[in-house]
């Protein structure tokens, strides 16, 4: 299991990754950037996650993210209910 961290800014954010806890030592992290397609998409700039993926969000309280990254070889998705921090 994965603990993910999305942390946004007007047009810009920060996505952590992390195994199993969010007291875990980061797995990788990277960049968010907000697209013409409304959604974040993904530039690692730490560890060996998959880079170039694509969040998006519909909802509210609490946001149902979605998660999609596709290559060659194939797509990987992942889906999570996501809650504002204060």
Same mark, same amino acid.
């Given at each position: 299991?994965? @603990? ?13 990754? $992390? ?5 875990? #030592?980061?797995?990788?992290? +990277?960049? /968010? @950037?907000?697209? *013409? *397609?409304?959604?974040w998409r993904e530039?690692?700039?730490?560890? $060996?996650?998959?880079? *170039?993926? /694509?969040?998006?969000?519909? +909802?509210?309280? #609490?946001?149902? +993210? /979605? ?5 060659t070889s194939g ?5 999570? *209910?996501? @809650?504002?921090?204060?």
């Amino acid at each position: 299991m994965w @603990h993910v961290t999305l942390e946004f800014s007007g047009a810009t954010g920060k996505a952590t990754y $992390r195994e199993n806890s969010s007291s875990a #030592p980061i797995y990788c992290s +990277g960049n /968010l @950037h907000l697209n *013409d *397609d409304l959604g974040w998409r993904e530039e690692i700039t730490v560890g $060996r996650c998959v880079d *170039d993926g /694509l969040w998006t969000f519909t +909802g509210t309280g #609490p946001l149902h +993210g /979605l998660y999609v990254h596709s290559t060659t070889s194939g797509t990987h998705t992942v889906a999570g *209910d996501f @809650h504002l921090k204060s």
